[in-house]
């Protein structure tokens, strides 16, 4: 989902309790929350991160299909929503070492409205953040391939065409401003026509 300046965010809410997802629900009422969607169970959630991507989950534990750890877990693997479980005080500690490593935040029941929304607002801020750092992952590992086929092709005609470094270099750079190219689309038109000499 896209942030706007009112970084809103999706949410999925699941509970094996009616009375429980009416409570959460209005928690997540705000123009910050939107839509707010609830459901009953394990499998009813899986279904439905298929259809729609959702920016925060929100599992309140035990659920009837199951306890809700591995629903946690499997939905922790989506890098585009945060998971947050809800547990009973006694199990806490025991749930959290399994799915800390995974990223999902445990929180200890009895929730108060408002550590809920910060647990929210701690989510989103998580979720920015590492949309961020995926950009620029992204950014340095297209430059890096940049530098691999300049380089391949820097080496392509310094043995082909007998070129020293520096000048395979130059004849590059130039072909690429005369081109009004990038040198990645300048390095890759020269290795296929060098591979064809």
């Not at 997802?21 to 910050?32: I, K, Y």
């Not at 108060?112 to 989510?123: C, D, G, P």
Request: net charge neutral; proline share 3%; glycine share 4%.
């Amino acid at each position: 989902m896209a942030y706007n300046g009112a970084k809103q965010n999706s949410v999925l809410l699941v509970s094996g309790s009616e009375r429980s997802r009416g409570t959460l629900a209005e928690v997540f009422s705000t123009s910050r929350y939107a839509p707010v969607t609830v459901c009953g169970s394990a499998a009813e959630a899986r279904r439905m991160v298929l259809d729609v991507p959702f920016s925060l989950v929100f599992i309140n534990t035990p659920l009837p299909d199951e306890p809700g750890v591995q629903l946690a877990l499997d939905l922790s693997g989506n890098r585009s929503c945060c998971v947050a479980l809800i547990v009973s005080g006694d199990s806490y500690d025991q749930v959290n070492d399994q799915v800390e490593d995974a990223g999902v935040l445990t929180l200890s029941k009895p929730c108060t409205a408002q550590q809920l929304r910060q647990a929210a607002s701690l989510m989103s801020a998580t979720r920015v953040k590492l949309a961020d750092m995926e950009r620029k992952t992204a950014t340095l590992e297209e430059k890096m391939e940049e530098i691999r086929l300049v380089n391949r092709a820097k080496w392509m005609l310094i043995e082909k065409r007998g070129m020293d470094e520096a000048t395979a270099h130059r004849y590059i750079e130039k072909l690429a401003m005369d081109a009004r190219q990038t040198r990645r689309l300048v390095a890759q038109t020269l290795i296929r026509s060098l591979d064809n000499d």
